[in-house]
């Protein structure tokens, strides 16, 4: 019931993923909603706006404007997906977002496929059959995506009625942001730094695929090298362009002894999926 749903109003700054996962330790169930979150936020809108015709009467005009509004996030579980949300922008054409992560759906593939693993929030570390695991990261398309999509549509309150749905409008997919990692394990701090500068050599070369999906005609002028720092002598390379960006990070694991790299590519340039 809806009563028994924490609503929380997110604080201006709040990081949302600490709260998520404040709650998800609490959380018990196979899936299910694990919080409501409120948040004003600044998004593209309609609004009506007075005009004047010829002869000086008004009439209202609809304009495509911004505003900040507010926002419902839904913070879920879902069987076959694991944590995820969707958010409903509260003004029209009522605007959503759905945010998952593809590796906690391998997870949960894995896990169903009595496969053993090593997790980690954006990767394996270890894998007792590496073939079938990748056999599962394979079936991960737009088909799942939808259908997760559609299971949570029907059972969250969202604008759109079954009479608006009926008549053509509906919500569909496509790509506002990916995020795709490679990540590898190394045995040493310096078996980093070989992976880092090897990294730079590699790519640092117009002709190269790594940098062709940061690039456009616009040339290699205008492709910056990101902010080269270190942390625990551990450097950090990140390549810019526009809003797409390529990072290498490093996390030492301790308890583990090995050093975990991790280029994630972060693409924020929408395209239809």
Known sequence: MTHDIPIVDFARGQRKDEVMHEHLKDFTG?????????AQEKTPLFRTEKRRDTEGKTYPWIVKTT????????????????????KFCSYF?????????????AQRQATKAGIGYVPMDNAFAAVDDP?????ICDRLGPDQIDGLLRKWIAILPHPF???????GYRYDISVLQAEFSLTQTLDRPLSGRIFFEQVIRDNLDIGRLFLKILTSSAGIDRLRAGRMSESQNIPVPSLRRKK?????????RR????LMASIPWDMRRPFIM
Not at 68 to 84: E, I, L, M, S, T
């Open 30 to 38: 196979t899936e299910g909603v694990m919080f409501i979150g409120r």
């Open 67 to 86: 505003g900040v509004v507010n926002h419902f996030y839904f913070y879920c579980v879902d069987d076959g997906f694991g944590p995820f949300f969707l």
């Open 93 to 105: 054409p009522y605007n959503a977002k759905l945010c998952l992560n593809g590796n906690h759906w």
């Open 131 to 135: 073939a079938g695991l990748q056999t």
């Open 161 to 167: 009625t079954p009479d608006d749905r009926d008549a």
């Open 244 to 252: 797409s960006t390529i990072s290498v990070l490093f996390s030492w």
């Open 255 to 258: 308890a583990a002894g090995t």
